[in-house]
């Protein structure tokens, strides 16, 4: 058993371990239902279905994107070899545009 007294009480007040095991899995369940609720806003911030059960690995890959830098990959893909694509009245108005200078 352990007595307690509250800040701002001068009652003391007396609990068991029981009581205080109630509290401590009462407050558990509190934080932990909170935390679930802030992880389904942030699936929808992040354009998710809460609701889907793929939303999660997404969200999980998406976060790592946003925030660590080794998952943020650039697509760069080689050009082509040859000239550069467009018709040839296209190149032929850029020669001319620029033979009047």
């Not at 935390?35 to 998406?62: C, I, M, Q």
């Amino acid at each position: 058993m352990r007595n307690v007294t509250l800040p701002g009480r001068k009652t003391l007040i007396t609990a068991t371990e029981a009581d205080w095991a109630e509290a401590r899995i009462a407050e558990e369940q509190r934080i932990g239902a909170e935390k679930e609720r802030r992880l389904s806003l942030l699936a929808v911030d992040f354009g998710f279905d809460p609701e889907d059960e793929n939303t999660w690995r997404g969200l999980a890959l998406r976060l790592a994107e946003h925030c660590v830098p080794g998952f943020q990959v650039i697509d760069q893909r080689p050009s082509k070899p040859g000239r550069p694509s467009g018709t040839l009245t296209s190149i032929q108005s850029s020669f001319s545009t620029m033979s009047e200078f």
